[in-house]
């Protein structure tokens, strides 16, 4: 796989494209795709590596994606099932007519509104642990 695939692969990843990520990261137009023909250059390679969070080993196909090198904070998939399982327990909690009563008025609220709360409180969980994990963790278990 040749360095502008990888790259390719990243945007496609990210949802952006070749031109929007040169935008970003301050590169002319088609300074990117020049990557198909040429071998990249340093400055350039580490920009993306940046912007991507990744090794320029691994754009260069030397290396593999580094996985391991997740920030200590990052939430593993036991978090991400703690908090699905928390927002289950609290949108389940919403469903009484009493659970989102304001001011001690009544209110419904439809599917749009309920879903827009799910959102934002999953959010919320997610910043949260994340907070924690960065204030709690033992200096000797981080990696940075």
């Not at 593993?76 to 469903?95: F, G, P, Q, W, Y």
């Not at 419904?108 to 997610?126: C, V």
Request: aromatic letters at 10%.
């Amino acid at each position: 796989m040749t360095a502008f695939e990888r790259l390719k692969l990243l945007c496609d990843e990210r949802g952006i494209s070749v031109n929007t990520l040169e935008e970003k990261i301050g590169l002319g137009k088609n300074t990117l795709y020049s990557w198909n023909k040429n071998t990249p250059k340093g400055n350039n390679l580490v920009k993306v590596a940046d912007y991507f969070n990744e090794s320029v080993d691994y754009l260069l196909g030397r290396a593999d994606r580094k996985e391991a090198q997740k920030p200590y904070y990052a939430l593993t998939e036991k978090d991400d099932r703690d908090i699905a399982k928390d927002l289950e327990r609290i949108m389940s909690n919403l469903d009484s007519n009493h659970a989102l009563a304001f001011y001690g008025e009544e209110t419904e609220y439809d599917e749009d509104a309920k879903e827009m709360l799910r959102i934002q409180l999953e959010q919320t969980m997610r910043m949260a642990k994340q907070m924690a994990k960065k204030k709690f963790t033992p200096k000797k278990y981080r990696n940075e």
